[in-house]
């Protein structure tokens, strides 16, 4: 019985299936670009750099479907990354979660009136951080759907 449970347990695990949406995490500790990598690589595809500036380079010939940033960076901080993702005509259509240590309520605003779409100080709870990705991938994915479906139709009635 018990070896049939181990073999159950193995089989499940092994069925594990990877959502094809990347991430892109901005942050300038090697740390907690460890960490993020290995609590969301179960369920996503992870890219990490070290700044915003590299992450502009991997924008520049790559796509993801959400960038997480941190705010205070050498190099190019967040908001500024941010700011160029949401300018710019290729990329503006992604989602950016911008953290940080600095959790006044001035900062915040100024975060979003970046172009992010959140905010999230420091340090994270990872459940939070999990479900806030989560619903706004899904998010992204219906309003697509919804703006594809008004365009068949459209074209339908043309």
Not at 32 to 39: A, P, V, W
Not at 94 to 101: K, N
Request: hydrophobic share 35%.
């Amino acid at each position: 019985m018990r070896r049939e449970l181990t073999e159950i347990k193995t089989e499940v695990q092994e069925e594990k299936v990877i959502s094809s949406d990347i991430i892109l995490f901005v942050d300038d500790n090697a740390d907690l670009r460890s960490y993020f990598q290995m609590t969301f690589s179960d369920n996503y595809k992870v890219v990490t750099v070290e700044n915003g500036k590299k992450a502009l380079e991997y924008l520049q010939d790559n796509e993801c479907d959400i960038v997480i940033s941190d705010v205070m960076m050498p190099e190019m901080q967040g908001d500024e990354l941010c700011r160029r993702i949401k300018e710019n005509h290729h990329t503006s259509w992604m989602p950016v979660i911008l953290l940080t240590a600095k959790a006044s309520k001035d900062f915040i605003i100024e975060g979003l009136e970046t172009g992010a779409d959140d905010y999230i100080t420091k340090p994270f709870d990872a459940e939070i951080l999990k479900t806030k990705i989560e619903t706004t991938l899904a998010n992204r994915r219906r309003m697509s759907e919804y703006y594809k479906h008004r365009v068949n139709n459209i074209v339908a009635e043309s």
